[in-house]
Structure formats: structure tokens, C-alpha cells
């Protein structure tokens, strides 16, 4: 029986994939150049060089050579939640490595008590997380920063 089915199922696959119009697969070699040519052109370089341009403008207008990485409230509120107690969230918002190498050696961020602090403070401020960003203190929400 089993033979049978599957020779069923061959017989219908291969009548289905002779049907099958090829004429929709054919690449039409004019419409391609068409739209190559219409398209920008974005070489590394060019990325680059906005880039570069964008961060003096800003550094610029800051005052500072050095400008925070923009760094996104989810992933910092993920790693905290799931890997707080190694410290992974302080790696992220780009702290000294002493400063989570501190959790790990606290057990957790003294029991996971600092891991917890940090996640309701990222909770409170999830708008405005900059402050805690390439902060060097262990407990990043004690003051001066904000």
C-alpha cells in the first residue's frame, strides 16, 4: 500500500511540475540594466564619509570629541533580565570591563541585588537611557550622572 501511495504521489509531482509555465522565470537581461541604472550607487565609502561627517557635526555641536554610541533600551532591558547577574547589560552600554567583571566576582552583582536595581531604573528611564551609557560607576544609577 505504501508503494502505491507513493508512486501516486511521484506521478502527480512530476505531471504538476511539467505544467508548470516557465515563461514567468525568464530574466528579462533589458529590464535588469534598466533598473541598474536607475538605481544609486552605495559603495562602503561613501557610507563611511556620511558617517564620519555626521559624528564631527555632532561632536561639533556637543562640544566633546567624543560622542555616546546610541545605544536601544530593549536589548539593554533583555540582557539585563536574562544575563544581568554576569553583567552582560553594563558590557552593552559600554562600562569598563572592571565594572562587570564586578558582577561576576559580587556572585551576581551582590546576589543579584544591583542586576534588579538596574532593571527597574532601565524600566523608570526607558526613554532616556544615555545616562547610563559608558558609565563607570558599579552602581550606574547612583548620582552625578543624570
Not at 17 to 42: G, H, K, N, P, T
Not at 104 to 121: A, K, Q, R, S
Request: with cysteine.
Amino acid at each position: 500500500m505504501k508503494k502505491i501511495l507513493l508512486f501516486c504521489f511521484l506521478t502527480v509531482a512530476a505531471l504538476t511540475a511539467r505544467a508548470a509555465d516557465v515563461s514567468v522565470y525568464i530574466i528579462d537581461d533589458q529590464q535588469i540594466e534598466q533598473l541598474m541604472a536607475q538605481s544609486d550607487d552605495i559603495s562602503l565609502n561613501a557610507v563611511s564619509a556620511d558617517l564620519l561627517q555626521s559624528e564631527q557635526l555632532t561632536a561639533g555641536l556637543t562640544g566633546s570629541a567624543r560622542v555616546k554610541a546610541n545605544k536601544e533600551f530593549v536589548p539593554a532591558l533583555l540582557l539585563n533580565l536574562f544575563l544581568g547577574g554576569l553583567g552582560i547589560h553594563r558590557l552593552y552600554l559600554g562600562t569598563e570591563t572592571l565594572t562587570w567583571v564586578g558582577y561576576i566576582l559580587t556572585c551576581g552583582g551582590i546576589f543579584g541585588i544591583v542586576p534588579l536595581i538596574d532593571f527597574i531604573v532601565l524600566i523608570i528611564n526607558n526613554d532616556n537611557i544615555s545616562p547610563y551609557v559608558d558609565n563607570p560607576k558599579f552602581f550606574m544609577w547612583s548620582g552625578g550622572n543624570m
